[in-house]
């Protein structure tokens, strides 16, 4: 089948924090990935991904950052789940069609895979979304939303951070074992807190279709 969308890349950062202790039992587990119970019996998390460079067919969506907030009831590949995003406001309406079809996965790409999972999508806003990459922290905030900080656990050394390789199939280089150093988010009917829970963070590079 030939793919209805343009040609697509994109290359950037990511990070993640969700409510189950430190390691998640999603990444890690018999059952393979998204395989097994969350640690509370259930998921709420945030997906943060920022843009260092990228197009959609001739859409440049570089500089750009992205959020994705989901609760998925059960075990997380079991699906059911409800999303909310959030788009940098700075994005034009195309630069915000664009980054929405690519990293919800309706471009098809890694998140590709997430996109079935999905039940109730609560819909996209435009917000000023901040993010910051220092070292082994990062951070993303959202006015009134999201304030959101976590940080590398300890290495062996002073200078190493604990890699999970294989771990997660949509990010397949450095996976970083974190936690949540500063972790709420308030919208809809949600109210979270994942301070000194599970986080992660990596880089990625992504194309399609």
Known sequence: MVSSHPKW???GEYFESCN???VCPCEVSPQGFLGAKPDQGHCNAWFVFHVNNGTYGDVSIG???FVI???APDIMGLGNWTVAAYCDERASAEQTEALATVLTGAAGGPMGAVAPLIATNLGLKRV????VNEGKKRSARIPGILDSAIAAVPGATPEGVVVKQGANPMFPEDWV???GVR???KDFDFDWDNTGKCADYAPFHWTGP
């Open 9 to 11: 890349k994109i290359d």
């Open 20 to 22: 189950c202790d430190v």
């Open 63 to 65: 500089g750009l950052n």
């Open 69 to 71: 907030a989901i609760h």
């Open 128 to 131: 000023p979304v901040e993010y």
């Open 177 to 179: 074992q974190a936690s």
């Open 183 to 185: 972790a709420t988010f």
